[in-house]
């Protein structure tokens, strides 16, 4: 809660530089909301920037490939560098979420899980995670495939599952405090 609280402080300018172009860029709100699956199960509104048109949810959940039609020219910039995952400190500070943990999912997906996936939900989500980071590329993956959600549900899901597992069984401080770098490392790489 410090963490993200000073983060958001720190980064406040940052957000309102942010807010402006994504505004001038295309109409609609600056933040996206969409509920997620949380800690026991539970659902709660997780905040973005939003990087896409309104209401292009619609017309799927999964992005795929960096020439998505429905992602704004802001949102090419902020989703390559994970700028439209920053407003997830809110979710931080008011308890939905943590620093580290596995990432949050849609409810479509999490009523896929088996009861052993369903442990993942035994802590509290994060911004970020292992499976985040072996799935970089997530979007370019998908976009090579004939049926993406298909894909993401037979193949992706499920690893990214078995390394959250591993994660909810052995996590501790020190491991979290080195995926935080490790995660900083990979979006400077970019």
């Given amino acids: 809660m410090v963490a993200s609280g000073c983060g958001l402080l720190v980064l406040s300018p940052l957000f309102l530089l942010l807010a402006v172009w994504i505004k001038l860029d295309s109409a609609g709100p600056v933040f996206y909301r969409q509920t997620r699956v ?92 292992l499976a985040s980071i072996r799935y970089r590329n997530e979007n370019e993956l998908l976009a090579q495939a004939a049926d993406p959600d298909r894909y993401y549900v037979e193949v992706i899901l499920p690893d990214k599952l078995r390394i959250n597992l591993e994660y909810v069984a052995c996590h501790s401080f020190w491991f979290d405090i080195g995926l935080i770098f490790k995660t900083f490392k990979e979006i400077i790489a970019k």
Avoid: C, W
């Fill in 38 to 129: 949380g800690r026991h199960n539970r659902d709660f509104r997780l905040y973005k920037f939003r990087s896409m048109h309104v209401g292009a949810d619609r017309q799927g959940l999964i992005t795929v490939g960096g020439h998505d039609p429905r992602i704004t020219r802001s949102g090419y910039f902020i989703r390559k560098y994970k700028l439209d995952e920053l407003p997830q400190l809110i979710n931080v500070f008011i308890g939905d979420m943590s620093l580290v943990g596995p990432r949050p999912e849609v409810r479509k997906y999490v009523d896929m899980y088996t009861p052993e996936q369903l442990h993942v939900l035994d802590v509290r989500p994060g911004i970020t995670d």
